[in-house]
């Protein structure tokens, strides 16, 4: 499995990265091992910041690396205030979570979700208290036009737009007016004739080198 890229421009702080630990081995002595919630440090409501994960513990010796990560708030309320996720991406390797706003005094937690290349999902979650102060809520992070949001370590163009990959596209092209020299219609191997066939080009592939 290849390992993850490093982006060398945009960097998760790492004094808001937590390792996800190893879990603890006591079965062999008859003990129960307790389980020791995460906490990420506490944050302002008025406050956008990234928190990361690290997997690296949990996955070692595997081989295997992160693929896909999602986030979600678990104690949101459906006020303006809420906790939110701004957006959630795998950065160094780390899974990176962009959040803002919060009701002040409370205690959220966030169910962070890994899927690695090898198929393993780990759901985790993590506890952040959100200090004392006047409530606000997340600030607006750039969104494509579809909605969905910019993170931060998006590659720009020289003019500085988003390198986006555009997405899979189906075209129908009917070609039931090609016919062989002889005037029949083509056919496909198995003898049927190419009439209405469905093509589709995938463009959501980059190949970094």
Known sequence: MPPPIPF???QPAWAQTIVIPEPTNLRARGLVASIIPLSWAPKSSAKNFDFSLNAS?????TNDYIFHVSASVL????LPTDLSVSWCSIVDGL???????????????????????QGRVISQDVLIAIVSGVASIANPVTEFSDRNPVISNALRLPDNSILALDRSHTNQISLDRLLSTDGTHLTSPSGADLLNQIFQTWTDVLFIA
């Open 75 to 78: 104690t949101a309320q459906g």
């Open 95 to 117: 899974t990176c979570v962009l959040l803002g706003g919060g009701e002040p005094g409370t205690t959220q937690t966030v169910n962070v979700e890994i899927t690695t290349q």
């Open 8 to 10: 060398p421009i945009w």
């Open 57 to 61: 513990e949990i996955l070692c010796c």
